[in-house]
């Protein structure tokens, strides 16, 4: 399993000039899925799918394994399976992730990714001047190098060493039956770090900063430095591919195509510019993001080098593993064991949904895909449903759960009643709209429909799913769709919200057009916030901000910033937010 893994930089997709030989070759060892969407976003949320066969974002946003799921790992292990998870997931580390990695029956975890946590060193280390990537000045950035001194070579970087791990795995245990082992890579995930011989593949010319690690947010840089991003990604898949190459080589050496299933999947996505964009999370979930790959060796039916075209989903991947063994899937799953698509293509589901709790609700049937936005601008209501009140690296403060009530046990929570606690999104939907697409004519969905017919037939299949999936009232009202009867004609929105759909394409104003002789939208966040008057304006205007948590992400940027990371912040917005702080700033003391 990669992380961020983008079809559409793979060979066996269509992939030109991406050095991968090894993903031409799993392509042609294994049957390759043209139709496979993720569900809930984005890392954990994913993995809470894997383990549980069922999606994770209509009730619950980044989150642990909660006490009444079920996990594969754990029914495996239960079942007399050994389960052996290699991985550099560092957020496994984290408070939202706690509880994965012990469902399994022995793991490793290997330290240094992104701004993990991991190294700890006073004195700063040396740093490039990086004026392409606002994240810069950030703790996690500051992190970020120090761990890179300790991975001077590929040898000894996290994904080697996870690969290292599960190799090792297999030398000792490949004469033994009845185990699953899970090798999980972190890459391609950014920051995009590779070495001289896999950057070697995409010489370019770019003469600007240091930039291997895109912020979430509009794209502000010109061409050139876009393609040396997209470069950056390039070199880090290569070493991704090589790191497949040698589990590809294990599979030979020890015969294990006899009779061992190979899975070779990810979580998501990214976006390299595309449609304005760096990253996930904040915009819609874009072809780009939650399309993905998937490969599937299956000894029992040996099927080779052939496309499937069934619509399948992350939900699958855990039923998947338990029919393998002979186990069944609980009545709580929803996924579907994938053995009869690998064998002969055959379909699972009419519709797939996926989205990030408090964004987009989206629906796929292969060939159009519909993202609904919230009704009404609040976003609201949106509740958490746990009883495992983390985020993905805090707490729920204590002003969240003063907040929680006890609710009666859903569905899906084997008679536990659960804590519901309202719900906050980092992006508002609303702001981007609704939007249909038809993939068979427009794959780069640069081309919104306003089809009524169409958004029919989409907003029915996602509220007969939303219903299946036991979906909370709140989520229904929130996207303004009946919990029962028939959606009507009354429950469009694609034509109403056009405006917002244009409005979202829109650019920011430069920052040159904002004060730079006081406090303004170009003065940080921290700055504002440690003053009384810029706190009472700056919380008035953007009340996200009053959150802690939050703050220490995005303390280092100032509000125009932000705004290029999320469209709910508006040039107008920004203007007003300048005048009240001007007029805070000349108010005279009584």
């Not at 240091?210 to 898949?237: C, G, I, M, N």
């Not at 996200?544 to 917005?573: K, N």
Request: proline fraction near 8%; include cysteine.
């Amino acid at each position: 399993m990669f992380d961020t893994l983008n079809r559409r930089y793979l060979p066996p997709y269509g992939a030109d000039g991406v050095h991968a030989p090894n993903f031409e070759r799993l392509g042609e060892l294994s049957a390759t899925f043209d139709n496979c969407y993720g569900g809930s976003m984005p890392c954990m949320p994913a993995r809470r799918e894997m383990h549980t066969g069922r999606y994770n974002f209509l009730h619950r946003s980044w989150g642990p394994l909660e006490p009444f799921d079920d996990s594969v790992p754990q029914m495996l292990s239960a079942a007399g399976i050994h389960t052996h998870l290699a991985t550099d997931h560092y957020h496994y580390w984290q408070d939202g992730g706690a509880t994965y990695h012990n469902r399994f029956s022995s793991y490793e975890l290997f330290r240094g990714q992104e701004g993990d946590k991991w190294k700890g060193q006073v004195a700063d280390p040396p740093m490039p001047q990086a004026t392409a990537s606002w994240r810069a000045g950030s703790p996690a950035w500051r992190q970020d190098w120090v761990n890179r001194q300790h991975m001077p070579t590929a040898a000894s970087h996290p994904q080697t060493l996870t690969v290292d791990a599960g190799l090792e795995f297999v030398r000792t245990n490949h004469d033994s039956d009845r185990w699953f082992l899970q090798i999980e890579c972190f890459d391609p995930h950014e920051p995009f770090l590779s070495y001289p011989e896999h950057r070697a593949h995409y010489l370019h010319a770019y003469d600007g900063d240091h930039f291997d690690w895109p912020d979430y947010r509009r794209v502000a840089e010109d061409q050139q430095t876009v393609d040396h991003l997209r470069a950056e990604y390039s070199a880090l898949l290569t070493m991704c591919d090589a790191s497949l190459g040698r589990v590809l080589d294990a599979m030979d050496a020890h015969r294990l195509w006899d009779d061992t299933m190979l899975i070779v999947c990810t979580d998501h996505g990214l976006l390299l510019g595309e449609h304005g964009w760096w990253g996930k999370n904040v915009q819609p979930w874009y072809d780009e993001n939650i399309h993905t790959p998937l490969f599937i060796w299956d000894p029992r039916t040996a099927v080779r080098g052939e496309r499937r075209a069934g619509l399948v989903q992350t939900i699958d991947l855990g039923p998947t593993l338990l029919e393998y063994f002979g186990l069944q899937p609980t009545p709580d799953m929803h996924g579907v064991p994938l053995a009869g698509t690998v064998a002969t293509d055959q379909a699972v589901r009419v519709g797939a949904l996926f989205g990030n709790h408090g964004g987009h609700v989206n629906v796929t049937d292969g060939r159009y895909v519909y993202m609904r936005a919230c009704a009404d601008p609040s976003n609201q209501p949106l509740e958490e449903y746990t009883l495992m009140p983390t985020h993905m690296a805090s707490r729920f403060t204590t002003a969240e759960l003063q907040a929680a009530e006890l609710a009666e046990p859903l569905a899906f929570t084997k008679g536990c009643p659960v804590l519901r606690i309202p719900g906050a999104a980092w992006g508002n939907p609303h702001h981007f709209g609704t939007l249909l697409f038809d993939l068979e004519h427009d794959p780069e969905q640069q081309h919104p429909l306003v089809d009524d017919g169409i958004e029919l037939r989409m907003a029915t299949l996602m509220t007969e799913l939303m219903r299946r999936n036991d979906a909370p009232a709140g989520q229904f009202e929130r996207m303004g769709l009946p919990a029962t009867g028939e959606v009507g004609p009354q429950h469009l929105l694609a034509h109403a919200q056009r405006e917002q759909v244009a409005r979202s394409h829109a650019p920011l104003p430069p920052p040159t057009g904002f004060r730079t002789d006081g406090p303004g939208v170009l003065t940080s966040i921290d700055e504002l916030l440690n003053d009384p008057h810029g706190r009472d304006v700056l919380v008035g205007h953007l009340p996200m901000l009053a959150a802690d948590g939050l703050r220490q992400m995005v303390a280092h940027l100032s509000p125009y910033r932000l705004a290029a990371m999320t469209p709910a912040i508006s040039a107008d917005q920004l203007r007003k937010l300048e005048a009240d702080l001007n007029a805070a700033d000349t108010e005279v003391p009584a």
